[in-house]
């Protein structure tokens, strides 16, 4: 009769070496400018412009014009 014999198995732990890495910290200052401020500046004018032309009834003066 054949003998059987079980054998335990216990398993290694690997060790796996921790992993760091140095992390850059990076700023950015944004200056604002008075080129900015007078592009900031036209853009809202225009915006008032178009939307006074939007509400305007230009139908009358389309007929003046005939």
Known sequence: TP???TVQQTTTPIPTPTITTDVLTVSTAVLE???LTVVELRVSKLEKDMSELKTVNHS???LDAL
């Open 60 to 62: 009358f003066e389309a």
């Open 33 to 35: 400018s008075n080129a």
């Open 3 to 5: 003998i059987i014999s």
